[in-house]
């Protein structure tokens, strides 16, 4: 009923930009906090950035001043701008988002995940 995809990913050089996008569509009531977290090959899950509904942000230090997180409420996106990529920024990214479905209580949903490369 509730489905999160995420897309936009791909090879880019680095000091590239690339935008990231994902959509939620179903039976949706509501959508709390939604945000993006990375894999590196070997590496742990991370936080990349999040957004409140009321548009609080939070972003790991990393990227800070590089990548900016935004949201259309009325699409049910969020968006990932990312700028002056570094090769470190190489990862999968994944959607996640606080989707509450009608008459039901609130879930965390994950997106299947897009691949960003940053070449040299």
């Known amino acids: 009923q509730v489905q999160v995809v995420e897309f936009g990913g791909g090879l880019v050089q680095a000091g590239g930009s690339l935008r990231l996008s994902c959509a939620a569509s179903?039976?949706?009531?509501?959508?709390?906090?939604m945000g993006w977290y990375r894999q590196a090959p070997g590496k742990q899950r991370e936080l990349v950035a999040d957004i409140a509904s009321n548009g609080s942000t939070n972003y790991a230090d990393a990227v800070k001043g590089r990548f900016t997180i935004f949201r259309d409420n009325a699409k049910n996106m969020v968006y990932l701008q990312m700028n002056s990529l570094k090769l470190e920024d190489t990862a999968v990214y994944y959607c996640?988002?606080?989707?509450?479905?009608?008459?039901?209580?609130?879930?965390?949903?994950w997106g299947q995940g897009t691949q960003v490369t940053v070449s040299s």
């Open positions: 996640n988002a606080d989707i509450r479905r009608f008459q039901l209580t609130t879930n965390n949903y």
């Open positions: 179903g039976s949706i009531f509501s959508i709390g906090t």
